[in-house]
Nanobody
C-alpha cells in the first residue's frame, strides 16, 4: 500500500532551523499535490504548505517567509525547510498526498521549539 514516511523532526531552540522530509512509495508521486500539515495539542490539524504537481506552492500566513516547501520527483520526496522557528510552531507535522479522490497521510513527526 501507499507509504509516506516523515523524518527530520526534533527539538530546536527558537530562531533555529529544521528540514523535514517525506519519502513516498507505491504512489505516482509526480501527479500528486503534496502537503505538510501540523497539529498542536488541543488544536485542529492545519495546512502549513503544499505544492502541486506543477510546482505551485501555497503557505499558511503564519509561516510565509520562514518555511519553504519543495519536491524532488526523482526521489519521490517532499521537503519542508523551516527557518526562524518559534515556540508556536511546536506540533506534530504530517505529510499528505492528494489527487482527486485519493488522500494519504504519513504517521507524523514531532517538532518542538523550546529553549
Amino acid at each position: 500500500q501507499v507509504q509516506l514516511v516523515e523524518s527530520g523532526g526534533g527539538l530546536v531552540q527558537p530562531g533555529g532551523s529544521l528540514k523535514l522530509s517525506c519519502a513516498a512509495s507505491r504512489i505516482g508521486f509526480s501527479r500528486y499535490t503534496m502537503g505538510w500539515y501540523r497539529q498542536a495539542p488541543g488544536k485542529q490539524r492545519e495546512l502549513v504548505a503544499d505544492i502541486t504537481s506543477g510546482g505551485d506552492t501555497n503557505y499558511a500566513d503564519s509561516v510565509k517567509g520562514r518555511f519553504t516547501i519543495s519536491r524532488d520527483n526523482a526521489k519521490n520526496t517532499v521537503y519542508l525547510q523551516m527557518n526562524s522557528l518559534k515556540p508556536e510552531d511546536t506540533a506534530v507535522y504530517y505529510c499528505n498526498a492528494n489527487r482527486i479522490v485519493f488522500d494519504y497521510w504519513g504517521q507524523g513527526t514531532q517538532v518542538t521549539v523550546s529553549s
